[in-house]
């Protein structure tokens, strides 16, 4: 009997070791149509990458993909543009007859035991097939420089396609200021989940971002502020005489330097210049470009607002000969189509009293304040296209009458992108709902501090298509990081990720792949990529949700988890709880003296998440969860 147990376990063993081995690496965005097959095909430091010259374009994938080579395995790849011998090698190849079902994204990604071929119309499928190849590409634990790596990748055949043309991240370098090679490690993550807009918000109250060699005041003044560390919205406001010492800005030849790069990536990136309103640091340069024209210093993350003028006057022809100077120079520095000229929350209370402002209104007929900023907003739209350049702004520029050609970007929920739509116009879907990336993504006591909700789930659901509206108009989605309370590369990674993956998922993959299960379990394959690489991320979706509920007017406490198939254990004595803890399978009663619960969850016997800890006093002030 014991020897019949033994062998059983030793078949078990047999067979969850082999399992996990032929477990597939977890792709995302989930491709079109994946097919796996038998076998692997070995890379190691001899393997040739054929890239014929026929695929030479602007995007410099070569020399991409040995950086990404090299990064991941160690070693500089053998590239050639025809194969130099026999040994079997990956080829990357433009189709002679365009395969339309591919479009200008697609590709095709075929391993197996003797090459890989990635086939595609055009260099951006060829760059995405990349990325799928290096997410199929196991990564060593340890780089060992000098010893090569042999690399195994599952046979398989990928036919892949994204469902929108606009797949955009937004970071905010005002709030807090992203050197040059932070933005530039930002993009190199984008490119890993097929994203490709990077919008950069460059200006807004608490600093000018881009050197404009005509206004040289933006970037003496407009970039800096004084110093403040801890919770935004605290600050006291500068002292008298205090240096302004924090902040920066990029050069012109590093903005050149970042496009680029950014387009090696099949990223396109989108400037924003924020106006009419969140314009303080413009208006700490050149003060006459407000309605008071009081000289105010640029904002470090105090309250402001209402009580200083942060909003251009569009009754003072000098706001369009700065801006004229500024979207010159600005269109020059950026090849995209779009420029987005922000125009959200524009605080319009000092327009109701300038003298400017009430004779523009006269002489033009104007009839109120969100007419005002339409009449601004439509004469910066013929200013960008002058300049060759079309206008993006923030939902806000419909109130009042939308610009002829504008495309808005839809934050408030889906409704202004709806209401556009409706008119004909392009939208960009990126409700607070689903796509801002800045909110809690776990609890609030025990997550860095920010504001509202938006949990990985929130965005796996987001729709970008609304009910009876032209999909054609709906160009993508986009998530925002807003960086008042983000300081560092390594917390705008944990905000991004992996409710950036969800999203990219969202934006790339055919809808009806969607599958939550299927997603978080190749989330955490993405995960060990990550800790690879070096990037941060959350393991928030992880964590129990504790809320209170009442029941039959009893207020008790409730958990749940986002994540499927996971167990919680939860302590109501001051200790931290493990497996030998009680086990949560229904609401649970309030013992008496408990003044704090913790909760952790496991699988498999093994933690997955944090100790999630919360006062008692301060669960009972949130709101009921039934
Ligand atoms: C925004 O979040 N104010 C566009």
């Known amino acids: 009997m014991l020897k019949v147990l033994c062998s059983f376990a030793l078949l078990t063993l047999i067979f969850n070791s082999g399992f996990s081995q032929t477990k597939k690496p977890g792709i995302i965005p989930q491709p079109a149509s994946v097919t796996w097959s038998d076998g692997f095909f070995t890379i190691d430091h001899n393997t040739e990458f054929v890239i014929p010259d026929t695929t ?3 995007s410099n994938l070569s020399g991409v993909m040995h950086e990404a080579i090299v990064k991941t395995f160690g070693f500089g790849p053998k590239i050639s543009s025809r194969p130099r011998s026999s040994t079997p090698a990956v080829y990357f190849l433009i189709s002679d007859v365009r395969d339309e079902s591919l479009g200008n994204e697609g590709y095709q990604l075929v391993v197996n035991p003797q090459k890989i071929r990635i086939i595609a119309n055009e260099q951006a499928g060829l760059f995405y097939g990349l990325q799928t190849l290096l997410q199929l590409s196991p990564l060593p634990d340890n780089l060992v420089i000098g010893i090569d790596p042999v690399i195994n990748i599952p046979a398989v055949t990928i036919t892949d396609y994204p469902r929108f043309p606009w797949r955009g991240l937004m970071l905010d370098v005002s709030r807090h200021f992203f050197n040059f090679n932070d933005v530039k490690r930002y993009i190199d993550q984008m490119a890993l989940y097929k994203f490709n807009v990077f919008h950069w918000h460059l200006s807004d109250d608490q600093g000018w971002r881009v050197e404009i060699k005509s206004l040289p005041n933006l970037t003496k003044t407009g970039a800096w502020r004084v110093p403040r560390t801890g919770l935004w919205w605290t600050f006291d406001p500068p002292k008298e005489n205090e240096q302004a010492t924090e902040g920066g800005f990029y050069t012109q030849d590093q903005i050149r330097e970042v496009v680029k790069y950014a387009a090696d990536r099949h990223i396109t990136i989108l400037p924003e210049i924020d106006i009419p309103g969140h314009s303080l640091a413009l208006i700490a340069s050149y003060p006459e470009l407000s309605s008071t024209g009081k000289p105010y210093p640029v904002n470090p993350g105090s309250k402001f607002y209402g009580s200083s003028d942060n909003s251009l ?19 020059d520095l950026f090849p995209c189509e779009y420029i987005h000229i922000g125009g959200d929350e524009c605080n319009k209370s000092f327009w109701k009293t300038s003298p400017e402002c009430q004779a523009l209104m006269k002489r033009e ?8 900023q339409s009449w601004f907003t439509k004469r910066i739209e013929k200013m960008l296209k002058s300049k060759g350049k079309k206008m993006i702004g923030w939902d806000e520029i419909l109130e009042g009458g939308l610009a002829p050609e504008a495309t808005v970007m839809s934050w408030r929920g889906m409704d202004g992108g709806i209401e556009a ?34 949990r990985l789930s929130d965005v796996y659901k987001f729709e970008p298509v609304p009910a009876n509206i032209n999909p054609a108009l709906i160009l ?9 309370s983000v300081a560092t590369l390594s917390h705008a990674q944990y905000m991004t990720w992996p409710r950036g993956m969800a999203l990219a998922e969202v934006l790339w993959s055919p809808a009806s792949l969607k599958n939550w299960d299927g997603f978080t379990s190749r989330m955490e394959y993405q995960f060990d990529r990550l800790d690879k690489l070096g990037i941060n991320y959350s393991r928030s979706a992880f964590d129990p949700i504790i809320s209170m509920i009442e029941d039959n007017g009893k207020k008790k406490i409730s958990i749940k988890t986002e994540i499927n198939g996971l167990q919680v254990f939860y302590s109501f004595d001051e200790s931290f709880p493990d497996r030998t803890y009680p086990f949560y399978s229904k609401p649970i009663d309030i013992p008496n003296g408990a003044s704090r619960i913790r909760a952790i969850s496991l699988r498999n016997n093994k933690k997955v998440s944090k100790v999630i800890s919360i006062d008692l006093k301060e669960l009972a002030k949130r709101p009921l969860s039934n």
Request: net charge negative; charged share 20%; hydrophobic share 35%.
């Open 56 to 58: 030479k374009g602007t």
């Open 313 to 331: 006057c569009p009754g003072k022809e000098v706001v369009f000969e700065v801006l004229d100077k500024v979207f010159t120079e600005m269109a």
């Open 365 to 372: 007929n104007i009839t109120g304040m969100n007419e005002l």
């Open 421 to 454: 739509a409706k008119m004909g116009h392009h939208v960009i879907m990126t409700p607070t709902s689903n796509c801002y990336l800045d909110l809690y993504q776990g609890d609030p006591a025990n997550e860095p501090a920010t504001y509202s909700m938006l």
């Open 476 to 484: 993508g989605g986009q998530g925002n990081l807003w960086t008042e």
